[in-house]
């Protein structure tokens, strides 16, 4: 192993994280910069590469039972520890495998619009914030670094992963996590509304888990005791940081304007307690 990641190669470089090259392994850092409607903002978010290092660690030890993931260990450089993992490489399906349960951000607004979201018809006169009948799955494109993400129905992501069985066990598996999630969730005071997985393919494994998993930057944490249909609801996620940009009228095109002290502050607060509340666990 490097011990440094100045001696590894940089594989790639996102919103959020970087990945570096170690043999025939990766090692993947989450950062703590933060991100809405596409845009990277100016203000790290302190302690928030962290937890989502920690809470993909602690969802990839709960749901192996359900499906294999890419987690080999935490042994990555010490300058990174605690934020950053050791992956095995995988053959990344080319659509986001998003999981709804409640009816909010882009898939309200699509319903709003059609009575359906990404091609499944729902029942008349549901409100922002419902819980749907069951979980549906509503795919999406994966967009460049900088370009939005397209919500699409399931016929063009058979299309884009190019085998219907295979995009047929790609939903049964994110909504059987989903469903783990949400229970595991909810009995900790938290309502997992939404999330995405990211999954591949490694040799010997047709489906594996990848990316982040159930985290706040992936999924809508919303606290049970606050819940009620109807209206947005209070969150654990960064919906809080995209509310205040709402709120300034900023236009979603680059550059954000800053976030001030106390919104940084709060949203650290807000991943931490998610964080704490899901796992059990406190963030050392």
Same mark, same amino acid.
């Given at each position: 192993?490097?011990?440094?990641?100045?001696?590894?190669?940089?594989?790639?470089?996102?919103?959020?994280?970087?990945?570096?090259?170690?043999?025939?392994?990766?090692?993947?850092?989450?950062?703590?910069?933060?991100?809405?409607?596409?845009?990277?903002?100016?203000?790290?978010?302190?302690?928030?590469?962290?937890?989502?290092?920690?809470?993909?660690?602690?969802?990839?030890?709960?749901?192996?039972?359900?499906?294999?993931?890419?987690?080999?260990?935490?042994?990555?450089?010490?300058e990174v520890a605690g934020r950053a993992i050791r992956v095995k490489r995988l053959d990344m399906y080319p659509v986001e495998c998003v999981v709804r349960g409640y009816l909010s951000g882009s898939g309200w607004k699509e319903y709003r619009e059609s009575r359906s979201v990404c091609g499944i018809e729902l029942p008349?006169?549901?409100?922002? /914030?419902?819980?749907?009948?069951?979980?549906?799955?509503?795919?999406?494109?994966?967009?460049?670094?900088?370009?939005?993400?397209?919500?699409?129905?399931?016929?063009?992501?058979?299309?884009?992963?190019?085998?219907?069985?295979?995009?047929?066990?790609?939903?049964?598996?994110?909504?059987?996590?989903?469903?783990?999630?949400?229970?595991?969730?909810?009995?900790?005071?938290?309502?997992?509304?939404?999330?995405?997985?990211?999954?591949?393919?490694?040799?010997?494994?047709?489906?594996?888990?990848?990316?982040?998993?159930?985290?706040?930057? /992936?999924?809508?944490?919303?606290?049970?005791?606050?819940?009620?249909?109807?209206?947005?609801?209070?969150?654990?996620?960064?919906?809080?940081?995209?509310?205040?940009?709402?709120?300034?009228?900023?236009?979603?095109?680059?550059?954000?304007?800053?976030?001030?002290?106390?919104?940084?502050?709060?949203?650290?607060?807000?991943?931490?307690?998610?964080?704490?509340?899901?796992?059990?666990?406190?963030?050392?």
């Open positions: 192993m490097a011990d440094h990641l100045s001696e590894l190669e940089l594989h790639s470089s996102g919103k959020v994280r970087e990945i570096y090259e170690d043999g025939d392994e990766l090692i993947m850092v989450a950062s703590d910069r933060i991100s809405a409607f596409d845009v990277v903002l100016p203000e790290p978010i302190p302690d928030k590469g962290r937890v989502l290092t920690q809470m993909s660690i602690f969802w990839f030890e709960t749901t192996g039972g359900i499906v294999p993931n890419h987690l080999v260990s935490e042994d990555v450089p010490a008349d006169g549901l409100r922002e /914030s419902d819980q749907l009948p069951e979980p549906i799955f509503t795919p999406a494109t994966k967009a460049e670094v900088g370009a939005h993400d397209e919500n699409i129905d399931f016929d063009r992501a058979c299309e884009l992963v190019g085998s219907r069985p295979l995009m047929e066990e790609l939903r049964r598996v994110s909504i059987e996590l989903y469903e783990h999630a949400r229970a595991h969730a909810y009995g900790r005071g938290i309502i997992v509304a939404d999330t995405k997985f990211e999954l591949g393919a490694a040799p010997g494994a047709e489906i594996v888990l990848g990316d982040e998993v159930l985290t706040p930057d /992936s999924s809508r944490f919303w606290p049970a005791d606050d819940y009620e249909p109807g209206r947005g609801q209070a969150s654990f996620d960064k919906q809080y940081v995209r509310d205040y940009l709402n709120e300034r009228g900023w236009d979603h095109a680059p550059p954000a304007p800053p976030l001030p002290a106390e919104v940084v502050a709060g949203t650290t607060a807000r991943y931490r307690e998610a964080y704490e509340l899901i796992t059990g666990r406190e963030l050392d």
